[in-house]
Every structure is written in structure tokens, then in C-alpha cells.
């Protein structure tokens, strides 16, 4: 099955600054990966989809300006959190896959951004 | 838009068998996913339906009637470690899931 890598596990950081956060597909080439993210006893909601070689496509609601989203190679996607606030605080999910089977889309770890 | 319901709770002791219903509406379905999620932890891969009828994998098995925009996902012989959220979420050709807002499933001794 697809392996996903996202990195950091999780960041503290102070109000103002941005975050970076990595999402590699380790063993398979992603044209597509997906940003999600779940706040304290909710369920996930799709952010954007990021687009190889292309502007990513964001969802209703989601500041394209705020989360920048670069997915420059078949196997790295980022996802920068800019001007962070206490309110971007989350839990934020990459996921990508080579496409609907029984492997499914696979999820890389997760990052647990506190903004302070 | 898209529209998820599945029950927000389910209890069930050790051993038995719980079954956790999803009915969705969507558009450019291509297919139901399950996921399980543990608290603080990313979500992970349990089952796929494309065409209608059962999928069976060991303890678990997800069913699905596209004409019925329903799905359920079956748990048997339940473990205490399969104390956890239940995400039913649709996709559409792209890889792009909606989620449902979870079942969490309370196994108890």
C-alpha cells in the first residue's frame, strides 16, 4: 500500500509567524494529495486539493492567501499556515493515494499546530 | 452539497457485533470509504465499496446501495481496541473524500 510521510508531528508557534508543514508520498508518485482539518471532536474537513505542477483548488470558506498550498514535485506537498492566530490551531492531515482501491487514500500522520 | 449522517455514539460489550449506518448525498460519486480514527491520531484505511453489495475483510465487513445512498459498516467479534471514531465518507473520481462527522464506538468489558 501507499506510504504518506507528514512532517512536523506537531509545532508550537507564536501568534504572527508561519508554519510549514510537509506531506511526501514515500513509495508512490502523487499527482493529487488533499489537506484536511479536524479540530477537537470534529471530523475532518477538506481544505484544498493540491495540484502537481498547478494552483491548488481550495474548498468554500478556505482563505487561499492564508493557507498556501505548493505541490512542486510528484512527491512533496506543503502546506503553509501564514500569519497564524490561536484560531488556525488544529489538527491539519495530508492524504494522498494512486487512486480508489482497496488500499483506500492514505493519511501521513498528522500535525498538531498550536498557535500561542 | 454534500450531506453525511451517521449516529454519533454506538456502545456495545466485548465480542458482539455493531453496526454503524451511513447514508450520504453527493455528487460525482465514485465510491464509499471507511476509515477508523483513534483519538489524536490520523485516521487509517479500513474498507472500500465501489459496487453495490458486501465486501468482507476479517472482522470487518462494509456494505453499500448506491441507488439508496447507503452504507453500513460491520463490526464483529469486537475488540476493546476497536474503541474508536467511524468515519463514512464518500468519494468522487479524484480522490477527494467528504467526511462524515465520525461514530464513535464505545466497547465495553
Known amino acids: 500500500g501507499a506510504v504518506v510521510s507528514q512532517h512536523p508531528s506537531w509545532v508550537i508557534c507564536k501568534s504572527g509567524t508561519s508554519v510549514k508543514i510537509e506531506c511526501r508520498s514515500l513509495d508512490f508518485q502523487a499527482t493529487t494529495m488533499f489537506w484536511y482539518r479536524q479540530f477537537p471532536k470534529q471530523s475532518l474537513m477538506l481544505m484544498a486539493t493540491?495540484?502537481?505542477?498547478?494552483?491548488?483548488?481550495?474548498e468554500q470558506g478556505v482563505e487561499k492567501d492564508k493557507f498556501l498550498i505548493n505541490h512542486a514535485s510528484l512527491t512533496l506537498s506543503t502546506l503553509t499556515v501564514t500569519s497564524a492566530h490561536p484560531e488556525d490551531s488544529s489538527f491539519y492531515i495530508c492524504?494522498?493515494?494512486?487512486?480508489?482501491?482497496?488500499?483506500?487514500?492514505?493519511f501521513g500522520s498528522g500535525t498538531r499546530l498550536t498557535v500561542v | 452539497g454534500q450531506n453525511i449522517d451517521q449516529p454519533t455514539e454506538m456502545t456495545a460489550t466485548e465480542g458482539a457485533i455493531v453496526q454503524i449506518n451511513c447514508t450520504y448525498q453527493?455528487?460525482?460519486?465514485?465510491?464509499l470509504f471507511w476509515y477508523q480514527q483513534h483519538a489524536g491520531e490520523a485516521p487509517t484505511f479500513l474498507s472500500y465499496n465501489v459496487l453495490d453489495g458486501l465486501e468482507e475483510k476479517g472482522r470487518f465487513s462494509s456494505f453499500l446501495s448506491r441507488s439508496k445512498g447507503y452504507s453500513y459498516l460491520l463490526l464483529k467479534e469486537l475488540q476493546m481496541k476497536d474503541s474508536a471514531s467511524y468515519l463514512c465518507a464518500p468519494g468522487d473520481s479524484w480522490g477527494k473524500l467528504q467526511f462524515g462527522a465520525g461514530t464513535q464506538v464505545v466497547v465495553t468489558p
Open positions: 492524504s494522498a493515494g494512486e487512486g480508489p482501491s482497496d488500499y483506500g487514500y492514505t
Open positions: 453527493t455528487s460525482g460519486f465514485n465510491g
Open positions: 493540491s495540484n502537481e505542477g498547478s494552483k491548488a483548488t481550495y
